[in-house]
């Protein structure tokens, strides 16, 4: 019996060491498929990310080498530069009107392209068009149809109406407007949109139907059956709407280049200005920084604040 046991421990000491072994083949060859993500992330990514965190304290422009300053860069930018604080007021502002407006806007035709209706497919296709639109055509496809003088808008608004168009882009008080007009149009029927359309379409009908059993009229079921099903939705949209709204830039770019008299002169644009404009790369990443920080609070405050409304199907039954 002892002979036997021992064959028997040796048996599957053999099957432990040759699992042992193919679970540690498993797992370099595991390496070995991501290893080009991990260089790309460590060179592209993660190393970029330390240099610039090194620069923001530091006095760096391109044609000298970096000089430590240690907190004077996070000093400067609360205590002295103006257009720090011009620039996120204008973002704030930004943030405040083309989040709520675009998310609603979003939900609102996901709630129409919802309904089952003939020719569904034709108007889902005629919402998604705007989103695929480069934002630098999209930018100057506007900039030519606002123009004051020669501009389709204003045309129309002269000849049908009789009105004379304000100035758009060109205005400090239409300019803001007229971004958001832009950001909507491109927007609404993004993959914003398309979120919320899957998040419809995953509600159990079987919920709908006891509800009319129930005698349930529309509002009630939109109160207590949709909306509670797509708060997961409506959340994930709002943390990828306020980064995106923070991020802003291309369409200002292009169409205003942050005028009239800093109208549209975002965070991003300052950004933009300080590092590769004034190749001042140490104030640059120091305003990189700030702004890494400040999302980074924000998308935390969502968070927290989401688990007094955001709720999922297996809460709710």
């Not at 935390?300 to 955001?310: D, T």
Request: charged share 10%.
């Amino acid at each position: 019996m002892s002979k036997i046991a021992e064959l028997r421990a040796a048996g599957r000491k053999g099957r432990a060491e040759a699992w042992s072994h193919m679970r540690r083949r498993e797992a370099l060859e595991g390496f070995l498929f991501i290893s080009p993500w991990i260089i790309g992330f460590l060179a592209f990514t993660l190393g970029p990310m330390l240099a610039s965190l090194s620069f923001s304290f530091s006095y760096y422009r391109i044609q000298r080498p970096p000089q430590w300053v240690g907190l004077d860069n996070y000093r400067y930018a609360f205590l002295q530069d103006r257009l720090f604080w011009l620039s996120l007021r204008r973002t704030s502002t930004w943030v405040l009107f083309t989040v709520p407006l675009g998310v609603t806007g979003s939900l609102l035709a996901a709630l129409l392209l919802n309904q089952g209706t003939v020719g569904t497919s034709a108007w889902r296709l005629f919402f998604f068009l705007p989103s695929l639109t480069p934002i630098v055509a999209a930018a100057l496809l506007w900039s030519w149809m606002l123009q004051p003088e020669v501009g389709i808008i204003n045309t129309t608004l002269a000849h049908l109406f009789g009105i004379k168009g304000p100035p758009w882009l060109g205005s400090v008080e239409w300019a803001l407007p007229s971004l958001l007009l832009i950001s909507l149009w491109t927007s609404i029927g993004s993959n914003r949109m398309l979120i919320f359309l899957a998040g419809l379409q995953s509600i159990p009908q079987e919920m709908y139907e006891a509800a009319d059993i129930d005698g349930a009229n529309p509002v009630q079921k939109t109160l207590y059956i949709t909306f509670p099903l797509i708060t997961p939705s409506v959340f994930f949209n709002l943390v990828l709407g306020v980064i995106a709204a923070f991020r802003v830039f291309g369409m200002a770019y292009v169409a205003t280049k942050g005028g009239p008299a800093y109208a549209t002169y975002f965070y991003a644009l300052h950004l933009y200005e300080q590092a590769f404009g004034s190749y001042d790369m140490g104030y640059g990443s120091t305003l990189a920084w700030i702004f890494f920080a400040i999302v980074l609070m924000l998308t935390l405050v969502q968070i927290s604040l989401s688990r007094r409304w955001v709720y999922y199907e297996a809460q709710i039954t």
